[in-house]
């Protein structure tokens, strides 16, 4: 149990705490606005916090291990059906991205990449660090996801937050009771159920575009496996479906199998009109008009 005591805001929690092969902690609250505050717009429930410092789609130069991070993106799976994926990212700025459903029916950081040679740390191991995913219980509204990214000069520093923010604010007088459940997983964890990105990659290889037109045009490449792209026929048709916000133009949306990893990989090359915006991007695979797996949505930040 737990009170929360605070100028604008009272409350309690209980913790139900089973350990275990993927430890659960169910949490209950009951939370109220103190008498003559101002209604509280951003209220966050559920928050997580966790550390990304780089990548595979931020390497560090100089830095021998390949990646270092206690988590590698935010998953969401909204109430309208959808499976969201945003790769973490370490700004320059604050940088503070919402996702907007009703009723969520999950959302979490988690660091999917369980393999030793991403990240070559025999002290840190971050290969064996757990995801968490929250799983609300009942129907909590409309509201929105926040993800908060912060710059960090090392790993020492938790620089990214999630969070649940209701779309009504607290008022005096109307409590707020919420309960929810977080799974703390290992190598077995929540997946999409069609299938999932296994890596997402910013960078070119061999190119005819000079360093300044690479620059303009920034290049991702993507993999995604599961069971909808198992079960597809040899040869099947298989699109790339991108889109950008009206500060970016998609110059290049391919997508073709992986034999090395029996996945499928999407190339997409984008250009954003104006540098010192951010550019929001979207990108998923489709069969015969039927989506066969998560979104992943990435933001390229301002330079």
Known sequence: YALLESP????AYRFDISPGFNTTMGVRLRLFAREGAAP??????????????????QPLPGDFRPEVHDSDGLMLASGEGEWLWRPLQRPKAITVSSFGTTDPRGFGLMQRDRRFASYEDVEARYERRPSAWVTPRGAWGAGRVELVQLPT???THDNIVAYWVPAQALQPGQPLELAYDIAWQGDE??????????????????????????????????????PALDALPPGADLRAVVSTNANGRVLEAIAYPNPATRSWRVSLRVARNDPTQPVELRAFLQHQQHTVSETWTHLLLPE
């Open 189 to 226: 964890q929540q997946r999409p159920p069609a299938s999932w990105v296994t890596q997402s990659r910013r960078g070119y290889g061999y190119s005819r575009l000079s360093a300044a037109e690479q620059a303009k045009q920034p290049k991702f490449v993507l993999d995604f496996a599961g």
């Open 40 to 57: 509280i717009n951003t209220l966050g429930i559920a928050p997580l916090t966790s550390m990304f410092l780089s990548g595979e789609n």
């Open 8 to 11: 604008r805001v009272t409350g």
């Open 153 to 155: 000069p090392d790993e």
